[in-house]
């Protein structure tokens, strides 16, 4: 779309998603503020347990199951806007940015290796897992809930870097093994705030007043993120913060549609493009 800073689209399964109940959105409640969770301070008092996942040309990966109501004490609901957004379940687009990704790296037209990676609303972290497998330097995991990352990303992100375990079979693989792991909770209107490659400062966001070349994520992975329009405008604001310049991509997967909120692909990427020459994409 642009030589600076792409987004790189991929449909989801399904034209059209329908689990939302109402189609106007209530205020929320303020978010809880933007924190780093630390690989040591998984869970102790949940259970997780795996299961693999077939993708295509043999690859398995493994997915973390925990129950909502064991984690946050409510129902085996999707999501409660503002409290719980949805990140103990798998969400079929983050299949379908697995899929799309490893075409584009068997392809040629994208490499992982050396690239600093940041998953936004990653509950299972299954692309950012992928990232790191295929030789990401450094990915950084964001949900807006610290009990998701506690309770199901970083197991899930050992449980699948087990097998690069040093022979200290420790049970945390982010201690053993080569690259860096982290993992930010917080809204996407303030989680910048702890980013380590995000920009602080709007000033910050144009090469021209002083952006350094070096900074900012490579690749931003995201599925299944732009359901809410009220959320969209952070969201976006975000990945700007966020994103290399130049040469910055972001890789999406999503649904044209989700009904109920009126959020989708096509809402989100006018958006895009009414504001891309402007900043994102210079």
């Known amino acids: 779309m642009a030589t600076n800073s792409t987004f790189q689209l991929f449909s989801s399964s399904s034209g059209v998603s329908g689990f939302f109940d109402s189609s106007t959105e209530t205020p929320l409640p ?42 946050f004490g409510l129902p085996n609901s999707d999501l409660v806007p503002g409290v719980y957004e949805g990140g103990l379940k798998l969400w079929e687009g983050s299949l379908d940015l697995i899929k799309a990704l490893q075409a584009e790296v068997q392809n040629g037209h994208l490499s992982f290796s050396g690239k600093r990676v940041l998953e936004l609303g990653c509950g299972h972290g299954l692309p950012g897992i992928f990232a790191f497998l295929e030789g990401a330097s450094a990915v950084h995991f964001q949900d807006f809930n610290a009990e998701v990352l506690q309770s199901l990303t970083i197991p899930n992100v050992n449980a699948n870097l087990s097998e690069k375990l040093s022979p200290s079979k420790s049970k945390d693989a982010s201690s053993d093994i080569v690259g860096e792991l982290r993992f930010f909770a917080g809204d996407w209107s303030q989680v910048h705030q702890c980013l380590p490659h995000a920009n602080k400062k709007e000033k910050d966001l144009s090469c021209s007043s002083g952006h350094s070349p070096h900074s900012g994520y490579d690749i931003v992975l995201m599925a299944e993120t732009i359901y809410s329009i009220s959320a969209q405008h952070n969201l976006y604001s975000l990945i700007k913060k966020c994103l290399s310049h130049p040469g910055g991509v972001v890789y999406m997967a999503a649904k044209k549609h989700y009904f109920g909120v009126g959020g989708g692909t096509r809402q989100f990427l006018s958006m895009v493009e009414k504001d891309g020459e402007r900043v994102l994409l210079r």
């Open 30 to 71: 303020p978010p809880p503020p933007p924190v780093e969770v630390l690989s040591s301070e998984v869970s102790l008092n949940v259970k997780c347990s795996v299961e693999p996942v077939n993708l295509e040309d043999g690859l398995t990966l493994l997915k973390g199951r925990v129950s909502t109501k064991e984690v």
